[in-house]
Every structure is written in structure tokens, then in C-alpha cells.
């Protein structure tokens, strides 16, 4: 039960586009579409913003968007804000045993 | 609108126990499987353990297996964590989260309930 890897910190100036990626394995990332992600203010509870790798919940703002490739999902921040500054953290489930992975998070600071 | 109120939380001794529980409400609760997950202070989200809708299936991390035990009362809407031989790592806010999404995607959670595991 590995975490999935994350880049620590990621930045951008506003209106830039960002992108954090998410490496797992065949085990996980790479075998089932069942990648999310989430966004976490500090002091407060993650909020999920993408889903199924690609799906966005009602009322998450489409600058938000996720794919994947192999082993590898990706979530890309557009049109960065100020308010987007926070950790993001992917997550996979995982068989072999049954489980769920996290990433470690990545700081994503808007310059 | 669905809501999730952990609460047991507190200050423990290396060794001790603790139960924790969540209270649902706003959804049809023994249709949904229900998950802990925890995060260190300062760290990033770990998975603990799910239990699915019926009860009848639960799952744990390797961290947890064997000194964590989920349960629910679909009766009360109820989720509880019964943490035994607690040690100083599981020091933790340990959140309450639901998957209504049926993608394996935590779509609500709880505020979060801290445990701390001190001498």
C-alpha cells in the first residue's frame, strides 16, 4: 500500500495554467478509472473537485480538469486564481489488496 | 443536504483506546459505504478503512489492520471507528467521508475529529 507519487509544490502566476501530476501503478492509477482529486484549504475539510479521472461534481469551476495516461493522471489548474492556492491530493482505488491511495498532496501557490 | 458529524475524538495514551463515530444525515444511509480517512498534522491524507452499505464487507489499511475495527448501525446512521493499541503515529484528525458518487470519489466529508496519542 504505496502512496502515489506527487510533486511537492507547484506555482503559477495568475491566468497561467498549471498542471500536477499523479504516478501510481498497474495495481492502481493504471488499471482503474477510479482516480480523484481534491482541493484542501488549510484548517479545512478536502473538497473533492474531479472524479472517474474526468468528471467534474456540480459547481466545481471547469477551470479544473483531469486525464490520465498509463500509470500517470494528471489534474490541470487554468486561468489560475488566488483562491486556488491550497493542497491537492489525488486518489486511487487500489486491489490486491482492496484499498484506497492518497498522493502526498502538492502545494500549488499562485505567484 | 448531507451532512457528517464525527465526534470521540481526544488525548489518549500510547497503548490506550478510543471510539470514534459519525452521525449521517440527508442521504439513504444503508445504501451508502462509508470510509475513515486520516491526516497527521502537518501531512497529507492517509485511507484508514471502509465499511460497505449492508456492513457485511469492511476493508483496512495495513497501518490499522488488526488494532482498528469499522462498524455501522444503519438503524441510527451511524459509521464508528473502534481504535485499540493506539500508538503516537496514529496522532491524527480522523475524517468521516462518503462516496455518492459510486466512483470510489469521497464527495462528502465531516469536519474532522483529532486524536492524539501522547504520554
Known amino acids: 500500500q504505496s502512496a502515489l507519487t506527487q510533486p511537492a509544490s507547484v506555482s503559477g502566476s495568475p491566468g497561467q495554467s498549471t498542471t500536477i501530476s499523479c504516478t501510481g501503478t498497474s495495481s492502481d492509477v493504471g488499471t482503474y478509472d477510479f482516480v480523484s482529486w481534491y482541493q484542501q484549504h488549510p484548517g479545512s475539510a478536502p473538497k473533492l473537485i474531479i472524479y472517474?479521472?474526468?468528471k467534474r461534481p456540480s459547481g466545481v469551476s471547469d477551470r479544473f480538469s483531469g486525464s490520465k495516461s498509463g500509470n500517470t493522471a494528471s489534474l490541470t489548474v487554468s486561468g489560475l486564481q488566488a483562491e486556488d492556492e491550497a493542497d491537492y491530493y489525488c486518489?486511487?482505488?487500489?486491489?490486491?489488496?482492496?484499498?484506497?491511495?492518497f498522493g502526498g498532496g502538492t502545494k500549488l501557490t499562485v505567484l | 443536504e448531507v451532512q457528517l458529524l464525527e465526534s470521540g475524538g481526544g488525548l489518549v495514551q500510547p497503548g490506550g483506546s478510543l471510539r470514534l463515530s459519525c452521525a449521517a444525515s440527508g442521504l439513504t444511509f444503508s445504501r451508502t459505504a462509508m470510509s475513515w480517512v486520516r491526516q497527521a498534522p502537518g501531512k497529507g491524507l492517509q485511507w484508514v478503512s471502509a465499511?460497505?452499505?449492508?456492513?457485511?464487507?469492511?476493508h483496512y489499511a495495513d497501518s490499522v489492520q488488526g488494532r482498528f475495527t469499522i462498524s455501522r448501525d444503519n438503524s441510527e446512521n451511524t459509521v464508528s471507528l473502534q481504535m485499540n493499541s493506539l500508538r503516537v503515529d496514529d496522532t491524527a484528525v480522523y475524517f468521516c467521508a462518503l462516496d455518492s458518487t459510486s466512483s470510489g470519489a469521497y464527495d462528502h466529508w465531516g469536519q474532522g475529529t483529532l486524536v492524539t496519542v501522547s504520554s
Open positions: 465499511i460497505t452499505g449492508s456492513g457485511d464487507i469492511t
Open positions: 486518489c486511487s482505488y487500489a486491489s490486491s489488496p482492496t484499498s484506497v491511495l
Open positions: 472517474a479521472v474526468s
